[in-house]
């Protein structure tokens, strides 16, 4: 647990690191947007990821659809 983080994103403009290779792998499919295929019911945000939606969701959408 260095903190090192030798592994880093080199899609233009992306300054992201990770320790771990499979991180970075996760992390670029951020920058695919045919790869989204997971939507918010409540903006129509798309993610890569089921739990980049879900971290969404509770996050954003639902306390701003909750809230109104």
Same mark, same amino acid.
């Given at each position: ?22 991180? *970075? ?30 971290? /969404?969701? *509770? ?5 701003? /659809?909750?809230?109104?």
């Amino acid at each position: 647990h260095t903190g090192e983080k030798p592994y880093i994103c080199n899609y233009p403009g992306c300054k992201r690191a990770f320790a771990d290779r499979s991180n *970075l792998r996760s992390h670029r499919l951020i920058h695919n947007k045919e790869d989204n295929r997971f939507e918010c019911q409540y903006c129509q945000r798309t993610f890569a990821q089921k739990r980049y939606l879900h971290k /969404h969701v *509770l996050e954003v959408c639902k306390k701003m /659809h909750d809230a109104a």
